[in-house]
């Protein structure tokens, strides 16, 4: 259950899909991220395995890159510690710290990059039982603080706009990999696959 | 390889492109033996199906050979297989339920996103039908890339033709589950749109589900003819007024179950045809739905509506209230391929459905386009095109 979820709202829908972006913004990031349009991302996915299982495969964050499209790599500083590399648009790359802030085994990862990130951001997963026996509910919530000028620009292309549609495709290969063993793709030759990727 | 290839509305090719190779541990190579055109292959032929791209090869009804297998793939080497045209990963919670084409994982993550703006969630992959159901190269080629090889397709025993096993791909089970979809019971008359292939299976499928009478309708003699050899009653719809007939041959009361197996393109010059092919071309709706609309209004009252056939977008002028007001029910969806498989080749092979009579015309790969122009001219003469890579 996310904590946040009813504070000052009618309903129990997560924030994510409030009409009052700006308010569900605050509510998760507590008014530390000034609003600026979409910068509050949610998404769910039901994936058919144990949650031990899901959970042991999203904390070891090496593997990460293997569904997570734009994420070029991610190094283990320590247990609580990360660096990630990730790809930014014209073949550059952004890059920042990570920490995780809270963290309970099976149930809950969040984390908030460190000063000096190129694209300040914080989130958490969250994975519970889903009814029915069907498996396990992942639940993304990512905050990010695109910064300011050109370069800026270039990256909320990817960190303002698209992260809705990152998020989603993400979580499904996620999702892929977990209940297949791998991530479907049409490509017909090894050629077309890398182009891909 | 060769390979039928799309450019555009009613211009394919046999091109020759990179043959296709294991990506994925699941996957396996089929050197295809016999591959068929399919009457929705014709929507994509028509210009119909939005997400085609040129250069996509075309194809969903495909059998052949194992030629090359990854290390998580079941088949071996030299094996005969017919491949499901739904692509189903086997570890989800929809095929858990057996319920394939819903297959949460079959069309690759980026693919998904136009499906899910149109229908809410998106569906299974499927093989050369647009980049919608995934972008997957098609069968109608000499090689194919088989994802989730373990699952999807069938073995096939030596001794049986390819003509007798090549339908279990798609046209076989379609028509099966048409007639599952009605939900027969002893005494029903069930009404059939579209005499087709899968018009055509479900006639033979809901009399061996027990219906008493089965009324096919459709406007080529020889099709209805077919119809008539599987015991069925016909209508010819440019002779005979339809909902008229129906309430006749009846006593008044209206089929128990209707089946819907023409689809999005319908023939014949009604009013509310008319105006929907204008619109189609226009691209402010994409189908046409007379046999739907008639199907409905002739139904009886808590009768079954039975939809096989292919619809991709926003219709209106839909009879929602005669839906409503008879208290009907309505199934549809593409083809549960795998649930179907193994009992369908067990038919097959005790002799108690027919396939290979629909076979019309059988053609090398590379004649492909003839064939599609065939079938797209003369869907009287023409009732299946089968393609054999290996014929020269």
Request: proline share 5%; with cysteine.
């Amino acid at each position: 259950m996310n904590d946040h979820h009813r504070q000052d709202r009618g309903d129990d829908a997560p924030p994510a899909t409030s009409k009052q972006r700006d308010d569900a913004l605050d509510e998760v990031a507590g008014g530390a991220v000034e609003p600026k349009g979409d910068s509050l991302t949610g998404r769910t996915v039901t994936i058919n395995r144990p949650r031990a299982e899901v959970y042991a495969y999203w904390r070891d964050f090496a593997t990460l890159p293997t569904f997570m499209d734009n994420v070029e790599r991610v190094d283990r500083i320590d247990e609580k510690r990360s660096h990630w590399v990730v790809k930014a648009p014209a073949g550059r790359t952004v890059e920042w710290d990570s920490v995780i802030t809270e963290e309970r085994e099976g149930e809950t990862i969040a984390w908030a990059s460190t000063e000096g990130a190129d694209v300040p951001n914080s989130g958490r997963i969250d994975f519970r039982d889903a009814p029915g026996g069907r498996g396990t509910q992942v639940t993304a919530t990512i905050v990010y603080d695109p910064p300011a000028g050109a370069v800026g620009k270039l990256i909320a292309k990817i960190f303002q706009r698209e992260p809705a549609i990152q998020a989603r495709r993400d979580l499904r290969r996620f999702k892929q990999l977990m209940e297949t063993g791998e991530i479907a793709t049409a490509a017909r030759t090894r050629k077309q696959f890398e182009e891909e990727a | 390889m060769r390979a039928l290839t799309w450019h555009g509305k009613h211009d394919v090719r046999v091109e020759t492109v990179d043959d296709p190779e294991i990506l994925n541990p699941r996957d396996a190579i089929i050197r295809v033996t016999s591959t068929a055109i399919c009457g929705s292959d014709l929507h994509l032929y028509d210009g119909y199906i939005p997400t085609m791209r040129k250069g996509d090869i075309l194809g969903h009804e495909f059998m052949g050979e194992v030629v090359e297998t990854g290390s998580g793939s079941t088949l071996e080497k030299g094996q005969r297989v017919v491949v499901p045209f739904t692509i189903a990963c086997g570890g989800c919670f929809h095929c858990s339920k057996h319920q394939y084409s819903a297959c949460d994982n079959g069309n690759p993550a980026d693919n998904q996103d136009i499906a899910m703006e149109l229908y809410g969630q998106p569906m299974s992959g499927l093989f050369g039908y647009s980049h919608m159901t995934g972008g997957y190269a098609g069968g109608q080629a000499e090689y194919v890339r088989v994802p989730f090889s373990d699952v999807g397709p069938i073995v096939v025993p030596d001794g049986i033709d390819d003509d007798e096993v090549l339908f279990l791909s798609d046209i076989l089970p379609t028509g099966w589950m048409a007639a599952e979809n009605a939900q027969i019971e002893p005494g029903d008359t069930v009404a059939i749109w579209g005499c087709g292939p899968v018009g055509l299976f479900a006639v033979q499928s809901a009399m061996l589900m027990g219906a008493e009478r089965v009324i096919a309708i459709d406007h080529f003699p020889r099709r209805l003819e077919l119809a008539r050899r599987f015991g069925a009653e016909t209508i010819n719809f440019e002779e005979t007024r339809t909902y008229e007939a129906l309430m006749e041959m009846t006593g008044g009361i209206g089929p128990d179950a209707v089946i819907d197996a023409v689809g999005l393109e319908a023939h014949g010059f009604f009013v509310d045809n008319v105006i929907d092919q204008i619109k189609a071309s226009t691209f402010l709706g994409t189908d046409r739905t007379h046999a739907i609309r008639q199907a409905i209004v002739a139904c009886r009252k808590g009768g079954r509506v039975s939809m096989p056939a292919v619809y991709g977008g926003m219709v209106d002028k839909f009879p929602l209230g005669a839906l409503m007001e008879k208290g009907l029910t309505l199934k549809t969806g593409q083809t549960h391929v795998q649930h179907y498989m193994p009992g369908l080749l067990s038919a097959v092979m005790e002799g108690k459905i027919d396939t290979t009579f629909l076979i019309s015309h059988r053609l090398p790969l590379e004649r492909a386009p003839d064939g599609y122009r065939m079938f797209h001219d003369d869907q009287d003469e023409v009732t299946k095109v089968v393609l054999k890579p290996g014929m020269h």
